[in-house]
């Protein structure tokens, strides 16, 4: 029988990174996510994950970036006010369907299993750091603008990473 394992979203995050003009990163986060975790045993092996993430929770320190971003330039959250994620398994990396925009595309991220320890309260918890590479445009994320000395504002390429912290259920 799978035991279930609920996020502990105080002890978690979900990150991104973009290049801006070609010259640097620009740092944003999702605020609002649930995830959880179905584990036939403490190894994880064959888990299924699943994961929602609130489109308008999203914070790059600018509150403008913020609202152009929850546009239908990016990622449209009014018509698509969650990212999702599922997968079926769970190793040294894990596979799944990313859905952003109302696209569903297979993406693979690296997962370190941090192992498993009892918190002072008798809570038994798991955590977990994945990361990873999207293209945007895969997902119908194409607005950009063109610079003057040749090159885009923002690159095609989002990295992705996280810290999950998980409670035995």
Do not use: C, Y
Not at 16 to 45: P, Q, Y
Not at 96 to 122: A, C, M, R, S, Y
């Amino acid at each position: 029988m799978a035991t279930k394992w609920n996020l502990d979203t105080t002890h978690s995050e979900i990150t991104f990174k973009v290049r801006h003009m070609m010259i640097s990163n620009v740092k944003g986060a999702f605020n609002t996510f649930t995830a959880e975790v179905e584990a036939e045993d403490d190894t994880f092996k064959n888990a299924k994950v699943s994961a929602t993430i609130n489109v308008d929770s999203i914070d790059t320190n600018n509150a403008d970036r913020d609202t152009h971003l929850k546009s239908a330039d990016f990622f449209n959250a009014e018509q698509n006010p969650t990212i999702t994620f599922e997968s079926a398994s769970l190793a040294d990396d894990v596979t799944g369907h990313l859905t952003i925009n109302g696209v569903t595309k297979p993406v693979q991220l690296e997962v370190e299993f941090g192992g498993i320890n009892q918190d002072p309260w008798g809570n038994t918890k798991a955590g977990f750091t994945f990361e990873g590479k999207i293209k945007r445009s895969d997902f119908g994320l194409n607005w950009n603008a063109a610079l003057e000395t040749g090159g885009v504002l923002v690159s095609d390429e989002v990295k992705i990473a996280g810290e999950l912290q998980f409670v035995k259920g």
